[in-house]
């Protein structure tokens, strides 16, 4: 069973940056690929970023191309969203995932591909 505990959402101002962290327990972390979920108020909850297990693998949903960045330290057993040039419509609120690797998929993209999830951080971007 793994946990995941995310930190460092908060209220920031339209153009600013935070950086989301997630750190894990209860298992090998290098034998999931990670994710970045966001939900906002009446809305489905949708993939951010993903990364695989080396971090070698990147996937980034279209709406935050160029401006938010996945990362992971597999010794820090920790992976990381930095975000910048932050808009109000990134309000929500942000969840980390991990999801099994295996062969036929190194990165997931959707939420049934991951298997454990976080309690979610809230972000607010103010105009």
């Known amino acids: 069973q793994v946990q995941l505990v995310e930190s460092g959402g908060g209220l920031v101002q339209a153009g600013g940056s935070l950086r989301l962290s997630c750190a894990a327990s209860?298992?090998?972390?290098?034998?999931?690929?990670m994710g970045w979920f966001r939900q906002a108020p009446g809305k489905e909850r949708n993939v951010v970023a993903a990364?695989?297990?080396?971090?070698?693998?990147?996937y980034y949903a279209d709406s935050v191309k160029g401006r938010f960045t996945i990362s992971r330290d597999n010794d820090k057993n920790t992976v990381y969203l930095q975000m910048n040039s932050l808009i109000p419509e990134d309000t929500a609120v942000y969840y980390c995932?991990?999801?099994?690797?295996?062969?036929?998929?190194?990165?997931?993209?959707?939420?049934?591909?991951?298997?454990?999830w976080g309690q979610g951080t809230q972000v607010t971007v103010s105009s």
């Open positions: 990364i695989s297990w080396s971090g070698g693998e990147t």
């Open positions: 995932a991990a999801g099994s690797s295996s062969e036929s998929r190194c990165v997931g993209t959707m939420g049934v591909d991951y298997d454990y």
């Open positions: 209860g298992g090998t972390f290098s034998r999931y690929f």
